[in-house]
Structures are given as structure tokens and as C-alpha cells.
């Protein structure tokens, strides 16, 4: 069972699902939610994601492919910590940052390169995406 949450600790949660692989992503909205390069993330299926403490605020916004994506956040200390899309709920997308451990993890794919910060690193070697892959939500 992992185990995550906010940077106060009003939010959170335990995920029951193995996760070892993380995917980045580099779109504009992930650079402006977090402030930085983007995000990183672990996508999980919903049945295995559990909140167990407090209930983060929502943001929704429209991506240019039409669909809604819903980022979830703590409302205390603004940590993201989850993005859901309407139109996909069987998934969620976790903040990796917000986990208390990532032993064995690390990132196998990077999405949304077109819009990459010069700053934002990519290790040679993964696996890129120009925009958004058909596969999952971001
Ligand atoms: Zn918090
Ligand atoms: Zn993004």
C-alpha cells in the first residue's frame, strides 16, 4: 500500500495498486498548476485510489482536445495532488511528488515536449511524446 499527501497533511490518501512507472508532462497547464517545468505523475486505475483524509478543492478547465480535466488540490497549502478527466473516471492521475515514497520508481515517458521548458530536464533515452499520447489522462 503507498501511501501520500498534501504539505500540510489536511489531504490524504493510500493507493493499492503497484506503481514503478511515471510519466511527466510538459503542457502549459501542468507548468502554471504546479509553478514548475510540469508535472509528474502515476496513473492508476480509480478503484485502487482512496482518500483517507480531508477532501481537496477542485479545479476544472477544458483541454484543447475538448475534454475536461478536474485537478484536485489542497485548499490549506495549495499542494496538487491528483487530476481526474470527466470523460475518463476509471483513472487518476497522482502527483508524484505527493507520495511519501518512490522507491523503485522512475519516469519511462514524457508528454506535451512541444511545450517543454529549455529548463525542464528529459533523460536521454525515454520515451517522448510531441502532445497528448491516445493512452491515458494526463
Ligand atoms: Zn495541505
Ligand atoms: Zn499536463
Request: aromatic share 6%; charged share 15%; proline share 7%.
Given at each position: 500500500?503507498?501511501?501520500?499527501?498534501?504539505?500540510?497533511?489536511?489531504?490524504?490518501?493510500?493507493?493499492?495498486?503497484?506503481?514503478?512507472?511515471?510519466?511527466?508532462?510538459?503542457?502549459?497547464?501542468?507548468?502554471?498548476?504546479?509553478g514548475?517545468?510540469?508535472?509528474?505523475?502515476?496513473?492508476?486505475?480509480?478503484?485502487?485510489?482512496?482518500?483517507?483524509?480531508?477532501?481537496?478543492?477542485?479545479?476544472?478547465?477544458?483541454?484543447?482536445?475538448?475534454?475536461?480535466?478536474?485537478?484536485?488540490?489542497?485548499?490549506?497549502?495549495?499542494?496538487?495532488?491528483?487530476?481526474?478527466?470527466?470523460?475518463?473516471?476509471?483513472?487518476?492521475?497522482v502527483?508524484?511528488?505527493?507520495?511519501?515514497?518512490?522507491?523503485?520508481?522512475?519516469?519511462?515517458?514524457?508528454?506535451?515536449?512541444?511545450?517543454?521548458?529549455?529548463?525542464?530536464?528529459?533523460?536521454?533515452?525515454?520515451?517522448?511524446?510531441?502532445?497528448?499520447?491516445?493512452?491515458?489522462?494526463?
Open positions: 500500500m503507498l501511501t501520500g499527501g498534501c504539505l500540510c497533511g489536511a489531504v490524504r490518501y493510500a493507493i493499492d495498486a503497484p506503481v514503478t512507472e511515471l510519466r511527466a508532462c510538459h503542457c502549459t497547464n501542468c507548468q502554471k498548476s504546479t514548475t517545468a510540469g508535472s509528474v505523475n502515476a496513473v492508476i486505475p480509480s478503484a485502487a485510489f482512496k482518500l483517507t483524509q480531508g477532501a481537496p478543492n477542485r479545479y476544472s478547465s477544458k483541454a484543447d482536445s475538448g475534454r475536461t480535466l478536474n485537478r484536485y488540490f489542497c485548499g490549506d497549502c495549495g499542494s496538487p495532488i491528483y487530476s481526474q478527466r470527466t470523460e475518463t473516471p476509471e483513472t487518476v492521475v502527483r508524484a511528488g505527493t507520495l511519501d515514497d518512490s522507491s523503485g520508481m522512475r519516469i519511462t515517458a514524457h508528454i506535451w515536449t512541444k511545450s517543454a521548458r529549455p529548463w525542464g530536464y528529459i533523460a536521454p533515452g525515454t520515451t517522448q511524446h510531441p502532445g497528448q499520447p491516445d493512452a491515458p489522462a494526463r
